[in-house]
């Protein structure tokens, strides 16, 4: 049994899905079908964010930890979010790992901003009261 969820849609046609950050990436791609053809840098960017944060953010030891968050505090030191101009789902997983992992509290003040910025929009309005 994998650790954390699951998606399966199609047993007949798919592999299970394992992962939050998989899922996302997954949804994202089914409800944007040009997401891999619009911008490629863009999203090659978006799946580098998701891969590390995989590797390094929930399943990294602690040097591998603070190395992203180090990254994301400085990425978000030069923009609001870390997608670029807006929020996007990459901001959504970001945040739900970044709150997983322990960092909310913790993380450098670009961080922390950007956590104050992802409570004010209405997609985490429900979310906000199971954090600390």
């Not at 997954?26 to 978006?46: C, E, H, K, Q």
């Not at 322990?102 to 961080?111: D, H, K, L, R």
Request: hydrophobic share 40%; glycine share 8%.
């Amino acid at each position: 049994m994998a650790d954390g969820p699951e998606l399966m849609v199609s047993p007949a046609k798919q592999s299970v899905i394992t992962g939050e950050v998989n899922i996302a990436r997954y949804l994202n791609r089914l409800l944007s079908p040009g997401y891999d053809t619009d911008d490629i840098i863009m999203a090659t960017t978006t799946d580098e964010w998701l891969d590390n944060t995989e590797l390094q953010l929930l399943n990294g030891n602690s040097k591998q930890r603070n190395a992203l968050i180090k990254s994301l505090n400085s990425t978000l030191k030069k923009s609001e979010w870390v997608g670029g101009d807006g929020f996007s789902f990459l901001d959504a997983v970001l945040w739900s790992a970044v709150h997983g992992a322990g960092f909310a509290q913790s993380a450098g003040e670009n961080v922390q901003k950007w956590i104050q910025r992802c409570a004010t929009l209405a997609v985490f309005e429900k979310s906000n009261m199971f954090v600390c």
